[in-house]
């Protein structure tokens, strides 16, 4: 089973994920990214829905026009895990940095 990091892991991980927000009511982590235009938007969706599956880990995220955003938390394990850090850092790798 996967675990719920500590609050010195999250602190951790926040630290190395400058462009996050931690959303404490749910333990989770967010991230609103804005694009060119509808296109540009959809396509970073795809490449990250590639990466989810792989991963077997999926996002909660809406899309309105080129506007992205992602909530990252692990049901399984009742918030915020090392899989949400993981897949939050490929997430930044797809947006160059």
Same mark, same amino acid.
């Given at each position: ?10 602190? &951790? /991980?926040? &630290? /190395?994920?400058?462009?996050? !927000? +931690?959303?404490?009511? $749910? !333990? /989770? *982590?967010?991230?609103?990214?804005? +694009?060119?235009? +509808?296109?540009? #938007? +959809? @396509?970073?969706?795809?490449? %990250?829905?590639?990466?989810?599956? $792989? ?8 899309? %309105?026009?080129? $506007? %992205?955003? *992602?909530?990252?938390?692990?049901? !399984?394990? @009742? =918030?915020?895990?090392?899989? !949400? %850090?993981?897949? /939050? @850092? #490929?997430? &930044? &790798?797809?947006? =160059? @940095?």
């Amino acid at each position: 089973m996967i675990e719920q990091l500590s609050e010195a892991e999250r602190a &951790d /991980a926040l &630290d /190395a994920l400058p462009e996050w !927000d +931690f959303e404490e009511s $749910r !333990d /989770a *982590i967010t991230r609103t990214i804005v +694009f060119t235009d +509808f296109a540009e #938007a +959809f @396509g970073f969706m795809t490449q %990250v829905a590639l990466l989810a599956e $792989r991963a077997d880990h999926h996002p909660e995220w809406k899309n %309105v026009y080129n $506007r %992205v955003e *992602i909530l990252l938390t692990t049901h !399984d394990a @009742g =918030g915020l895990s090392s899989r !949400d %850090v993981e897949l /939050a @850092g #490929a997430i &930044d &790798d797809i947006l =160059g @940095g």
